[in-house]
Every structure is written in C-alpha cells, then in structure tokens.
C-alpha cells in the first residue's frame, strides 16, 4: 500500500549547521506532498507542499522539490536556527475519493545553540 | 478566528470508562478528521466527515465512534476505553478547495490515557 518513509531521528544539530531531511514515498499514483511541522505542546502545522512533479515548495526557508524519479520529497535548509527545533512529518495525498493523509513517522530535530 | 479547538487537553481513564473529545473548528470547513498519534507510527486516520450529517471509517476505526450533528463540530467517542487507546489525538479540518491541493488546519491535540 501507500505509504511515506523518512530517515530517523532525532537530528542534532548547531544552530546555523545545513539540514536535510529525507523522505521517499510509495504510491500507485501521483500524489501531493506535504511537509509539517509540530512545534513542542502544538498541534501539526502546513510547512510547505508540492501537488505536482518538479514542484518546489518553500517557507520560512525550509526547501523541498517534489522528484518523482526517485520518489523522493526532501526537506532542506541552510542554516537552521533553535526555533526550528521540532518534529518535521512527511506526508502524501490523492484527490477524488480518497480523503487521507499518510504520514511518514515524524524526525525530531533538536538545534542547539 | 480560534481555528481548530479541542476539549479536553488531557484525560486519564479507567479500563472500560467512556468519553467523548470534542473538535471544534471556526472557518466554516466542510472536511474534518480525527487523527491518533503514537510514538513510531506518524498520525492514523481515525474517521473523518465531508460534511453536517456524514461520516466515514479511515484507518484505524475500530472502538471508536463519531457524530458530525453541526457543521462546526466533529465529537469522537469512546464507549469502552482500553489501554491500547492511550494516544494522543488530534482533530483537523479543511475547506472545500481540492483534496490535492488544501491545507487540513489541526487542533492542539488532546492526551489521553487509559489505566
């Protein structure tokens, strides 16, 4: 079945250090793409999404770019900062009937100063 | 604009108790979603609503009921807890724009416990 894998956490890193997080996806179809984010004590929240092949999505200055050659959806950015400290979730969705969201198991990020 | 609310935030209950979380959410969305959260397993798709009056079965549906009496509220029920409903829940909710595309807005979660 569909289903959103990502690396392991928990990521630690100094606060500027580049991050990168990976995500592949498996999916009969062409899925959209999401990454959230959950800050401590928080609900999720949309940190950016792609709904389509070579698609780029971007905010607050994470990064990822939708490649459907290696199914992959993979969050980056340059130069991380403590209040990025959180859990970062992967996730993919069709259209038409099907009304679900699959998330990846969430990677912990913990920037220290 | 509160967005999505839910009450309570926290609950302990007995093996057998029942309860009933409640979801409510402002920005007139058709689409909400109940959501449990375990460690190592992402967030799992409980039951979800299209609209006032509907409901259907996501995931993992078993032990668990809905109502959707209102459009602004989506109640998740308990009738029988058991330990391995411990979880944290979270409610979410969406417009009408399409599935692809729309963001789900999600609650604050709700951590509950069952001795």
């Known amino acids: ?113 | 604009n509160a967005g999505v609310t839910q009450t309570p935030k926290f609950r302990v209950l007995k093996t057998g108790q029942s309860m009933t979380l409640l979801c409510a959410q402002d920005m007139n969305h058709e689409y909400m979603y109940w959501y449990r959260q375990d460690p190592g397993m992402g967030l799992r798709l409980i039951h979800y609503s299209v609209g006032e009056g509907t409901t259907a079965k996501g995931e993992v549906p078993d032990g668990y009921n809905v109502s959707r009496l209102k459009k602004q509220n989506f109640l998740l029920g308990l009738e029988s807890a058991a330990p391995s409903q411990t979880s944290v829940y979270f409610c979410a909710s969406r417009g009408l724009a399409g599935v692809r595309t729309d963001t789900q807005y999600f609650g604050p979660g709700t951590r509950l416990t069952v001795l």
């Open chain 1, 1 to 113: 079945g569909d289903s959103v894998t990502q690396m392991e956490g928990p990521v630690t890193l100094s606060e500027e250090a580049f991050l990168t997080i990976n995500c592949t996806y498996t999916a009969t179809g062409y899925p959209s793409l999401f990454w959230y984010v959950q800050y401590p004590g928080e609900g999720l929240q949309l940190l950016l999404k792609a709904t389509k092949a070579d698609d780029k999505g971007s905010n607050k200055g994470f990064e990822a770019t939708y490649r459907k050659e290696t199914t992959s959806f993979h969050l980056e950015k340059g130069s991380v900062q403590v209040s990025d400290s959180a859990v970062y979730f992967c996730a993919l969705i069709y259209g038409g009937a099907t009304n679900k969201l699959i998330f990846g198991t969430g990677t912990l990020l913990a920037v220290q100063p």
